[in-house]
């Protein structure tokens, strides 16, 4: 006898989709985020392919549909401990981490106002700072603010417990196990930036303007930590010579074997952001620049502006000088010369490396780079299967949720 109820593991735009088709067509739906909100990775962008959108855009039309589909439950802040069973019939143990924070929450912002600790943003990648109450991001799903307990002290806690006129502040809040019976996981977890700590040659994530290009992402986007002005980190002054390095840690055997796919595409994106923004030049340090199908009409685009200057060649090393400017080394591919150039700030283009890489998988089995690969009952979405684009990531969703139904009701 199957179950027929199905485990998303992961509220990315992947996990979103996949619990949104199972449970338009009548299935019990579970997403399980680590998180305190939905949306994943594009909630933290300024705008994402095809249309160049904001992420409200998509986002907020399917957390309206979750909130008007009382078959999908939603457990954020929350991690898969164990699973066991076989196809048709698990058992899933969860973590749910506290809160401190109950559904009376209108998200009035008044516990933020009590907070006076503040702490780097991991929304921001660091580039910007959260108070110990807070929410991540305007459209926030759940709307709903975090307390931040482990940062902060008795007395500021009981300040931020005392400004809530709503009794929404829980500071007896603890952490919580939920079991569930599922008959199919998809496992939806995305991905993350590959560390710069690695990249040791370009910096290792500590030169003062040399961001990758998702904190690049958070500089750019309204919501984040400049609203949305391009500044270099170490002064707030707008940098007039930038340079994007491609393949940081991507198509290396020393780091990540793999194309990441979207790096290209998205530092081309970048390039628009900053001649929207300003009358700087541009350079960008490429092996190859891979805008499949639809993306090359998009990069011929780009490459006519004139103050962009496109470098064939493989950057060997990044220092900065007294004033904290990089100054990059690359040998031209073409001309074979090798130079050394000072910029305001360089953009990092990390590859897409999956969540889970170096980590328990939450279930199933992983290939050798840490994608997830399909089992019989556990289907892998989005970019926990390979690197995708956002709309490649929807469709990934949509088949896994067929492939899910497909286990529950042929058991």
Known sequence: MSNNSILVVGGG???ITAALEAAEVGYEVYIVETNPYLGGRV?????????????SCGLEIQFQRIKNNPKVKVLTMASVTSVSGSAGNYDVMITQRP???NERCTACGDCEKAASTTVSSEFDFGVGTRKVAYKTHPFMFPMRYVVDADNASDSELAAIRDACKYDAVDLDDAAKTVELKVGAIVVATGWKPYDVANLTNLGGGKLKNVVTNMQFERLAAPNGPTGGKILRPSDGVEPRKIAFVQCAGSRDQNHLNYCSYICCMASLKHVRYVRERSDANVTVFYIDLRTPG??????VMTEADDKLTLVKGKVAAIVQDAAGNPVVTVENAITGIKTEEKFDMVVLATGMQPSIAGLRVPAGAVDADGFVIDGDGIIAAGCAKQPFDVMKTAQSGTAAAMRAIKTVVGR
Not at 294 to 299: H, T
């Open 13 to 15: 735009f992947a996990g």
């Open 43 to 55: 909630a933290q962008l300024n705008q994402y392919f095809p249309k160049l959108c904001p992420p």
């Open 99 to 101: 809160r401190y924070v």
């Open 294 to 299: 639809r993306y090359d009409k998009f990069k």
